[in-house]
């Protein structure tokens, strides 16, 4: 929680206007994801639209471009679903062209996926366009600015779980 104190005073709730500051952001951020499908390059939507894929595979998609190769189990705990919920992500990926999937070689009963190749250098623009403000934003910050912002999205995220 951001809160006033020093390193030595209890902790307090935030100032009003704080909060208020920060409640006016929700909507901005909530209308920017929510229109995610318009910056997608014309054949990664296509492929979206054909296939009823939604945010959360793009999601997965996301991770793949960062992580590269993510084992089923990695991945579900990095999206923080159920790894029921990411194997039917990841099928309904794999039926779109968008993965591919194989055995782990040192454990075969576990699943690796990745970016089809074919994909890949669509998905990866997708990503590199909707992390621009974002990385515009870090790069703005100090070190220890960026640090605070980025335990103080981790901690939000973490409070939403359901």
Same mark, same amino acid.
């Given at each position: 929680?951001?809160?006033? @104190?020093? %390193?030595?005073?209890?902790?307090?709730?935030?100032? =009003?206007? !704080?909060?208020?500051?920060? +409640?006016?952001?929700?909507?901005?951020?909530?209308?920017?994801?929510?229109?995610?499908?318009? $910056?997608?390059? =014309? $054949?990664?939507?296509?492929?979206?639209?054909?296939?009823? !894929? #939604?945010?959360?595979?793009?999601?997965? +998609?996301?991770? +793949?471009?960062?992580?590269?190769? /993510?084992?089923?189990?990695?991945?579900?705990?990095?999206?923080?679903?159920?790894?029921?919920?990411?194997?039917? +992500?990841? #099928?309904? !990926?794999? &039926?779109?062209?968008? /993965? &591919?999937?194989?055995?782990?070689?040192?454990?075969?009963?576990?699943?690796?996926? #990745? !970016?089809? @190749?074919?994909?890949? %250098? #669509?998905? @990866?623009?997708?990503? =590199?366009?909707?992390?621009?403000?974002?990385?515009?934003?870090? &790069?703005?910050?100090?070190?220890?600015?960026? &640090?605070?912002?980025?335990?103080? /999205?981790?901690?939000?995220?973490? $409070?939403?779980?359901?």
């Amino acid at each position: 929680m951001v809160t006033d @104190e020093g %390193p030595d005073s209890p902790p307090r709730a935030p100032r =009003a206007e !704080l909060v208020e500051k920060a +409640l006016r952001v929700v909507p901005l951020l909530e209308a920017y994801f929510r229109h995610a499908h318009v $910056e997608m390059p =014309a $054949e990664l939507r296509l492929v979206f639209a054909k296939n009823h !894929l #939604s945010a959360r595979h793009a999601a997965v +998609l996301s991770q +793949l471009t960062v992580a590269h190769t /993510l084992g089923v189990g990695e991945l579900a705990h990095r999206m923080r679903v159920s790894i029921a919920t990411v194997s039917e +992500l990841v #099928s309904d !990926l794999g &039926q779109a062209g968008l /993965l &591919q999937r194989r055995e782990d070689p040192g454990d075969r009963r576990k699943v690796l996926v #990745s !970016l089809a @190749e074919t994909a890949r %250098p #669509s998905v @990866e623009e997708f990503v =590199a366009v909707r992390s621009a403000p974002l990385l515009r934003v870090l &790069q703005s910050m100090g070190r220890p600015d960026r &640090q605070v912002f980025a335990d103080g /999205l981790a901690a939000w995220a973490r $409070e939403t779980e359901d």
